[in-house]
């Protein structure tokens, strides 16, 4: 009942795909923005389309309060998929780390290490600082799946 969405979603596993592999830093930041763009558009499809029963809407209405509500089970949804999409489509700016080159320094040495390749692409910003962002985005996309579990197991009583 929430095909459309779950299209969306699909896609958005695609774009993951594309950013676990992707060694250039530009074409990362275009499958970065198409991610987001993608993870944010699972709503707006949820509602627009899938919406068009009178079932799905009224679940997905009630799940939309209760992702915009302060429950910590829904941060995700508000300072991740709402937060960077906003950023990127508002000001073209994200809370990933900007640079193709990142240097760490291991606790207990004194040496700084590079590193590279798309190895790893931090959140600078947020509840998830530090985190890899395909990591939150890969979180991002089960919350998802979950919710639309949870709206076609509600409209379906």
Same mark, same amino acid.
Request: aromatic share 10%; hydrophobic share 45%.
């Given at each position: 009942?929430?095909? @459309?969405?779950?299209?969306? *979603?699909?896609?958005?596993?695609?774009? *993951?795909?594309?950013?676990?592999?992707?060694?250039?830093?530009? #074409?990362?930041?275009?499958?970065?923005?198409?991610?987001?763009?993608?993870? #944010? @558009?699972? +709503?707006?499809?949820?509602?627009?389309?899938? +919406?068009?029963?009178?079932?799905?809407?009224?679940? =997905?209405? =009630?799940?939309?309060?209760?992702?915009?509500?302060?429950?910590?089970?829904?941060?995700?949804? !508000?300072?991740? %998929?709402? #937060?960077? !999409?906003?950023? *990127? *489509?508002?000001?073209?700016?994200?809370?990933? &780390?900007?640079? @193709?080159?990142?240097?760490?320094?291991?606790?207990?040495?004194?040496?700084? &290490?590079?590193?590279?390749?798309?190895?790893?692409?931090?959140?600078?910003?947020?509840?998830?600082? +530090?985190?890899? =962002?395909?990591?939150?985005?890969?979180?991002? %996309?089960?919350?998802?799946?979950?919710?639309?579990? =949870? %709206?076609?197991?509600? @409209?379906?009583?």
């Amino acid at each position: 009942m929430t095909a @459309a969405a779950r299209k969306v *979603l699909d896609d958005c596993r695609f774009v *993951l795909s594309l950013l676990e592999e992707e060694a250039d830093a530009r #074409r990362w930041r275009v499958f970065w923005v198409a991610a987001v763009t993608l993870i #944010r @558009a699972v +709503g707006h499809v949820l509602k627009k389309v899938d +919406g068009k029963d009178k079932k799905i809407k009224r679940s =997905a209405n =009630a799940a939309f309060q209760k992702w915009k509500s302060e429950n910590p089970e829904h941060q995700i949804f !508000r300072e991740f %998929i709402e #937060r960077e !999409r906003n950023n *990127l *489509l508002k000001e073209y700016e994200s809370d990933v &780390y900007p640079l @193709a080159e990142i240097h760490l320094a291991v606790e207990g040495e004194r040496e700084l &290490y590079t590193i590279d390749e798309n190895i790893f692409r931090p959140l600078l910003d947020d509840a998830w600082a +530090g985190e890899d =962002a395909r990591d939150i985005l890969t979180e991002a %996309i089960e919350w998802w799946a979950r919710q639309l579990d =949870a %709206i076609d197991q509600e @409209a379906s009583r």
